[in-house]
């Protein structure tokens, strides 16, 4: 029985079949000129997803665990933001070390200034915690190789939670580093809960400026690959050290040396 | 200089005092997190009244005198002052604060008085009288201004709403950013310009994505313009490469220290524009800049001297004016509830920007949008869109679905903007209602029309 009274007045799209190129919300018809109702409510719970996901707990502990298992030394820090509502509220507090890590990074053996790291690496929930638990250790696992073959001495590597991207720039320094390189969660969207940055700062010290910086951005599954963003990450920190300088001055210009859409077997000029 | 500070009233028993301008101009915004997280904002709900009492009795050319942010270091004051217009700052110069709101509401104020008042306005001015104005003024006076700006279409004429159409992707897909354009247009949106967020910021790709852009305004003729956001420098550098641009799209904001935040200064938009300039693209006009703002950048950057984001962010007007935009808007929700709280927050933010854009003689348009850490949802935006709509902002943001799955946030989408044509009677830039007309995609009421897979941009895109 069909009775077209009784079917929603929906009008579909032509182009239905582009949506698979792309996960952005394309052809979604319409009522009129709204959105169809399906829609409106897939939205609604995308959205209720997202907002969880800002409040999901670090787990620091396992983290570390996981950077040990792979022979990187890890350690944990604070921010000076206690909780997530102080986190969210005030990042000034998240760019600040609390006393407790100042002083466990301060105990770490100092280094002779010509033996220095070429690079500090700190992993930071920044408003994803879901974004570090799922790409931090991948990108890092790809990375290694890269960082091996070059000869770069990396320091312990440091677990930071209710971190902002600044909190490195004290980190870095602290750790006498030539580099710093912080893998953050982004804030979540609605399709990508897990997007992970890392932002690359030459001679990190408190003050740095954003312009200083280098940040490959969306990390994750359907995004940034792992092994994408590992070979890049390695191509800036390169011509960080050869140019010293990081920042909008530092274009990159990795993709020269893609194979295919891949990232080459070596990091040659 | 700081021939009135400090600045007292005595309201019953109390005597309340600001120390300085800027302290009073902080008092006196309308409550808001970034003020609190600089520790800047009224203490209590009175002290915030008590300083909008105090604001509305002070003579307008106070601020012609007396800096915010200090002339000698800052290129953003030494332009606001040396820019200053004082023949068109007359008719109004002998008023207070808070005889500059009756005046903008009055019958004297028309769309010509306005206009011919923007030069001899500064942002502070904009600003302060902007802290004694409700929502509904807010949305009455910026209606009364027009502002039109054009490159290959015409933007900002009575009756309109541009968009642009924002058809970013997680990983710069050129399939994919080609889908969400195809679907934008498809909608009716992409007058204001098409203009994608890269994720990248690499030169190649960024080539290759200005090139799609630019083939898909060729092939099918479309009067609009395209825009890469990427930093200045970069779109120079692209331009230097022979890489077809349209528009030079920049971050701005309202001090210099903020704009170092940026890697900018004056002189290299100025170089900026030049350059596109000199590519003579524009076929109805030569408006070739685009730049978004935002209350809370400065604080963001370290860079705000003890001023309130609200006035920043109109200071930031005076760095986009100087280099006669086609297109800016504050992007009102999308630095986070550290700066705007909650969607109350976030519609009044939107609704003073505007004001204070147009009221300088800007563009302004709107990314109606909010975080997933904010405490925001749909709802509220559908609210300041609607409010944003009726005050007569010159663009708003089409995004499909209102989700950018690149940036992470939620703006407004292509539905949404017919929504608001439809209850609002707006039509979009003439000459692009015209090629939707021509194409097929909308009707003679502007509504669109549903398409067969044989429509020439479907067929064309395979």
């Known amino acids: 029985m069909t009775d077209d009274r009784r079917r929603p007045p929906v009008t579909p799209d032509a182009w239905r079949h582009l949506a698979a190129v792309t996960p952005a919300r394309i052809a979604l018809g319409r009522v009129g000129d709204s959105l169809p109702t399906a829609e409106v409510l897939r939205f609604a719970l995308a959205h209720a997803q997202a907002r969880d996901a800002v409040h999901t707990p670090f787990d620091a502990p396992a983290i570390a665990a996981r950077l040990n298992a792979m022979g990187l030394a890890a350690v944990r820090v ?20 609390a006393p407790a890590g100042q002083a466990l990074l301060s105990a770490l053996p100092a280094t002779s200034p010509d033996m220095a790291p070429d690079l500090a690496i700190v992993v930071a929930d920044g408003l ?32 930071a939670s209710q971190a902002r991207v600044a909190l490195g720039d004290r980190v870095g320094q602290v750790l006498g580093a030539r580099a710093v390189a912080v893998l953050i969660g982004e804030r979540p969207g609605l ?79 | 200089m700081a021939a009135h500070a400090p600045y007292r009233i005595i309201l019953g028993p109390r005597t309340w005092t600001f120390v300085d301008l800027k302290d009073l101009m902080a008092k006196a915004t309308p409550p808001r997190s970034g003020d609190r997280l600089a520790g800047i904002a009224a203490q209590s709900a009175e002290e915030n009244v008590a300083a909008k009492l ?96 054009r490159f290959r279409n015409t933007i900002g004429l009575p009756g309109t709403l541009a968009v642009r159409l924002q058809p970013n992707h997680p990983a710069d897909d050129p399939g994919g950013v080609a889908a969400s354009i195809l679907d934008g247009l498809l909608y009716g949106c992409g007058d204001a310009v098409i203009g994608l967020n890269p994720v990248s910021d690499s030169l190649a790709t960024l080539a290759d994505l200005a090139r799609l852009i630019d083939g898909v305004i060729q092939r099918f003729a479309i009067p609009t313009q395209a825009c890469v956001l990427t930093h200045v420098t970069t779109s120079i550098e692209l331009m230097n490469r022979g890489v077809p641009l349209d528009l030079v799209f920049q971050s701005v904001a309202g001090t210099q220290a903020a704009n170092e935040g940026f890697g900018v200064s004056l002189a290299l938009l100025r170089e900026g524009m030049e350059a596109a300039l000199a590519l003579k693209r524009g076929t109805v006009g030569d408006n070739v800049m685009y730049f978004e703002t ?63 854009g147009k009221l300088l003689g800007l563009p302004l348009g709107c990314d109606v949008c909010y975080t997933n850490h904010a405490e925001a949802d ?85």
């Not at chain 2, 915010?68 to 800052?74: A, H, I, K, S």
């Not at chain 2, 903008?104 to 001899?120: I, K, M, Y």
């Not at chain 2, 021509?438 to 502007?446: S, V």
């Open chain 1, 78 to 97: 604070q921010s000076a933001a206690p909780d997530r509502a102080t986190y969210l509220s005030r990042p000034d507090l998240g760019r600040l070390l």
């Open chain 1, 128 to 159: 994803s915690a879901t974004a570090v638990h799922r790409q931090a250790l991948p990108l890092l696992h790809a990375f290694l190789p890269w960082a091996r073959g070059a000869g770069w001495r990396l320091a312990p590597v440091v677990v």
């Open chain 1, 191 to 269: 399709s990508a809960p897990d997007s992970l940055g890392v932002y690359l700062t030459l001679n990190p010290r408190p003050g740095r400026l954003d312009a200083e910086r280098n940040c490959l951005s969306n990390i994750r599954d359907g995004g940034l690959s792992h092994d994408l963003a590992a070979f890049k990450l390695a191509w800036l920190l390169r011509e960080a050290l050869r140019r010293q300088v990081t920042g909008v001055t530092l274009k990159d210009e990795s993709d020269r040396l893609l194979v295919n859409g891949h990232a080459p077997i070596v990091l040659t000029n």
């Open chain 2, 54 to 149: 105090c604001l509305a009795d002070l003579p307008l050319k106070t601020f012609l005198t007396e800096a915010l942010v200090p002339y000698e270091v800052d290129e953003v004051t030494r332009l606001i002052l040396d820019r200053h217009d004082a023949a068109a700052f007359a008719p109004i110069s002998h008023l207070t604060v808070g005889g500059f709101r009756d005046f903008l509401l009055s019958d004297q104020a028309d769309g010509a008085a306005l206009a011919a008042l923007a030069p001899g306005l500064t942002p502070e001015m904009a600003a302060a009288v902007s802290k004694i104005m409700r929502n509904q003024d807010l949305i009455l006076a910026a209606a009364k201004c027009r502002v039109v700006t």
């Open chain 2, 294 to 356: 935002g209350q809370g950048s400065a604080l963001s950057a370290g860079a705000h001297h003890g001023v309130d984001q609200q006035t920043l962010e109109a200071r930031a007007y005076a760095v986009a004016r100087e280099f006669r935009p086609l297109l800016v808007n504050t992007v009102v929700g999308f630095i986070g509830p550290e700066y705007l709280y909650d969607g109350k927050q976030i519609i009044r933010a939107g609704l003073e920007d505007h004001f204070c």
């Open chain 2, 378 to 462: 749909q709802d509220d935006m559908d609210t300041l869109l609607t409010l944003l709509a009726t005050a007569g902002v010159s663009y708003v943001m089409g995004v499909p679905g209102a989700d950018d799955v690149m940036l992470n946030y939620q703006s407004t989408s292509f539905h949404d903007v017919l929504y608001v044509r439809r209850l609002l009677g707006l039509k979009r830039a003439p000459e692009f209602e015209a090629w939707l007309a021509t194409m097929g995609i909308a009707g003679a009421d502007g509504r669109p029309l549903p398409q067969s897979p044989g429509h020439p941009l479907l067929a064309g895109w395979r």
